[in-house]
């Protein structure tokens, strides 16, 4: 699908499409677009959103040299996701607070647990 995100502070907008694999032939994970000021393109984008994606100068002479890497998947650290630990109701009753209100960390705790354990029954 297409995907538009604008600036209206430096009037710059990335015009973003995410492409399917074709039937025959084509790659996963495509993704080409352009990032613009007031209209004017500036850059061309392409590569894939689970690898490697590149800006390339709009009129670049030798493109390979004139790429900047957005981001690079393989030679990235891997990241963690932080959270807030779960609700502790005993510990919020002491505290007086007699609200309580689900957390996602509650909701999806079982379904996180069986994936980690690589239980998907």
Known sequence: GKVQICCPQTQMSANIEFIA???FGGSYHSVK???EKSGTPLY???GSW???MVAT???AGDMTKAQRVLFDKPNEPEGHAMVQPPFDEEAEAKKGVHTRAWSS???WEKTAAAVRANDQK
């Open 105 to 107: 960390v509650e909701i």
């Open 21 to 23: 694999k074709p039937w």
């Open 57 to 59: 100068p709009v009129g």
């Open 44 to 46: 061309n984008l392409s």
């Open 33 to 35: 677009g352009t990032i």
């Open 50 to 52: 689970t690898s490697k």
